[in-house]
Structures are given as C-alpha cells and as structure tokens.
C-alpha cells in the first residue's frame, strides 16, 4: 500500500522569506503523480503543484517549486517570497497513474507566515 | 471555470439520523471521489465511481455509507445511520479522465457534517 509522510507538523516562516515543507512517500508503482494542495482556514482544498513521476524536471508554478527526488522517494515543496495569504494547511498527495485512482495524503503541514 | 459544488455547506443532524449530501461534479468528468476529513487529521479517501458503479472503495466505506449518480448532475453520499464519529468534512471530487488533466482532481468546496 502506497504511504505518504509529511514530518514536520508545523512550519513558520517570515513574510518575503522562503521556506521548504517536506514530503515522502512509499510505493512499488514506477508512474504515478504527486501533488501539493493548500487547505486554508475555509478547508477548500486547492491544487498548488503537480509533479508527473517520468518527469526528471522539477516542476514550477509561479513561487511554488518541488525537489522530486525519485530514487530517494522524496517530494518537497519551496515556496519562494513567501506571503501571508500562502498561511494554510499543505498537504502532499500521492496518486499512481492508473485513470481514475485515489489520492493518498499526507498528515499535513501547517505553515504560518509571521509578517 | 468549471467547479464542484457542494450541498449543504454545513449539516447538523442527530445520531442514528440517515443524511444525503450532494456534489454536482463538473459537466464533462468521468470519474467521482469521496473524502473526508476528520478535524485536526488527515482527508481520507472513501469511494470513487466510474461508469455508475464503484470503481473502488476505502475500509472507512462500509455498509453504512451507499453513493448514487441519480441523473446526469448529481452524485450523492448517503450514510444510513449516522454516528458521532461520522463527524467530519465530506469532500466530492471529480476527474475528466481523458487528457492530461485525468490525473487532477478537483475539489468541491466540502460538507461539514455534525453529529450530534
């Protein structure tokens, strides 16, 4: 069964500064896709950023960077110029190719922004 | 844009009560999801459907719980007999399935359920 692990309950970081959230993960699959969503205080959950597994290149979305380490089974978030709207819950998402699959989440990671 | 939505925002209902919640997913996906997400943990998958039948379910997913595409819009959760820790926040999802955005699932803007 696929796990994925986010060990650091908590994060802070200073508004304009950049700060890294973790995120492993466990399974036998070769393809599948990992994703970071944003929960904020509304409990929507928002898709920040996709990675595709057969992808060596770490994927970008404005701010927002991961460090996909596929060997190492590791997929962390950088959040460049961090914002005090960017205060939310993150959680990593695992999902094997398969059409149609569940998303595996993560515990968690909930980011403060100290202005 | 196209979005999930999600009725009723927040539902207060008593232990033993049947609750239906609605998700109306968008227009051209394929595929339909259930979470939730007990308060302070992790959101959790229940069920996903494909072709008006379960494609695959969750242990959390047990007789209790039923899902139903009713018409052409509307997929619904039912729990038949709610308990106190049925208590959490119910999220509808649904993918396309055909392109690439097969692989993203959007949310809809959840349920919360209170069992009282």
């Known amino acids: 069964a696929q796990t994925v692990t986010q060990s650091q309950p908590e994060m802070s970081v200073q508004e304009a500064e950049t700060v890294t959230l973790s995120c492993t993960y466990d399974t036998s699959e070769s393809d599948y896709y990992l994703f970071w969503y944003k929960q904020p205080p509304s409990r929507q959950m928002i898709l920040v950023i996709r990675?595709?597994?057969?992808?060596?290149q770490n994927a970008t979305e404005n701010r927002f960077s991961v460090n996909f380490q596929k060997a190492a089974k590791s997929f962390s978030l950088k959040i460049s110029d961090s914002q005090l709207g960017d205060a939310a819950m993150y959680f990593c998402?695992?999902?094997?190719?398969?059409?149609?699959?569940?998303?595996?989440f993560g515990e968690g990671t909930q980011l403060t922004v100290n202005p | 844009e196209p979005e999930v939505t999600q009725t009723p925002s927040h539902q207060v209902t008593q232990m033993g009560q049947e609750v239906i919640l609605r998700c109306v997913p968008i227009s051209n996906h394929l595929y339909f999801y259930w979470y939730r997400q007990i308060l302070g943990q992790k959101v959790e998958f229940l069920v996903s459907f494909y072709n008006n039948e379960i494609s695959e379910k969750s242990e959390i997913f047990d007789d209790q719980f039923s899902v139903e595409r009713p018409d052409g819009s509307n997929f619904t959760l039912k729990i038949r007999s709610t308990k106190l820790e049925d208590s959490a926040m119910y999220f509808c999802?649904?993918?396309?399935?055909?392109?690439?955005?097969?692989?993203?699932?959007?949310f809809g803007p959840g349920t919360r359920l209170t069992v009282t």
């Open positions: 998402a695992y999902r094997p190719e398969t059409s149609g699959s569940r998303l595996t």
């Open positions: 990675q595709e597994a057969y992808k060596q």
């Open positions: 999802a649904s993918s396309d399935g055909g392109t690439f955005s097969q692989y993203e699932q959007y």
